[in-house]
């Protein structure tokens, strides 16, 4: 069965440097998204791309944040300094139709 | 008033009884309706969509109330397996972003 995959599935790094999160999504969905589950909290609704453009973005989504899709395959979410309220599970989901979304396996990101 | 309202549990029940979730949205435009289940620090993952007329799937009935703006999920003979967090997720009107209920937390004991 397709999934959605994440690379990494954990990542560390320190307050104010740039990290890159990855996401394959499958292969014939056109619409991709990200979320993120602060621990303890409930998963929330960063961005959505569609067509090579953001078609949606959440408040969270702030200057510090950028989505691309570099090649056919690969979709990422760059935050630019990170700091601490950005540690969270980070979600990559996609679907072929506006409606059943599949969520990849998530990269935890940890803020130091 | 929050988006998506669930009472978040937890809910401990033995191991064959039937349990039931609700959920409510404040958005009389959403559209599309769905629980997800997700175990402990893992992903969401899809558990049914919910239709107006209502859907069974195997133990779980999904129910759909649009005048009440209400959404329900039963699990009938529950398993060890089902112990998870459920989610209520619902999809808003020419909107393709899901909005997430902070879940129910289920835990089946033996």
């Known amino acids: 069965e397709p999934e959605v995959t994440q690379t990494p599935s954990h990542q560390v790094t320190q307050m104010g440097q740039e990290v890159i999160l990855r996401c394959v999504p499958i292969s014939n969905h056109l619409y991709f998204y990200w979320y993120r589950q602060i621990l303890g909290q409930k998963v929330e609704f960063l961005v959505s791309f569609y067509n090579n453009e953001i078609s949606e973005k959440s408040e969270i989504f702030d200057d510090q944040f950028s989505v691309e899709r570099p090649d056919g395959s690969n979709f990422t979410l760059k935050i630019r300094s990170t700091k601490l309220e950005d540690s969270a599970m980070y979600f990559c989901?996609?679907?072929?139709?506006?409606?059943?979304?599949?969520f990849g396996p998530g990269t935890r990101l940890t803020v130091l | 008033r929050k988006e998506v309202e669930q009472d978040p549990g937890p809910f401990n029940v033995p191991e064959g009884a039937t349990v039931a979730f609700n959920c409510t949205y404040s958005n009389s435009a959403s559209q599309s309706f769905f629980w997800y289940r997700q175990d402990c620090r893992k992903e969401p993952k899809l558990l049914m969509s919910v239709y107006s007329s209502g859907n069974e799937d195997g133990r779980f009935t999904a129910q759909l109330n649009r005048a009440s703006q209400y959404i329900s999920l039963l699990i009938r003979d529950s398993k060890l397996s089902d112990s998870a967090t459920y989610l209520c997720v619902v999809n808003n009107f020419g909107n393709e972003k899901l909005t997430f209920g902070t879940g129910t937390r289920l835990t089946i004991i033996p």
């Open positions: 989901a996609s679907n072929a139709r506006k409606n059943e979304q599949f």
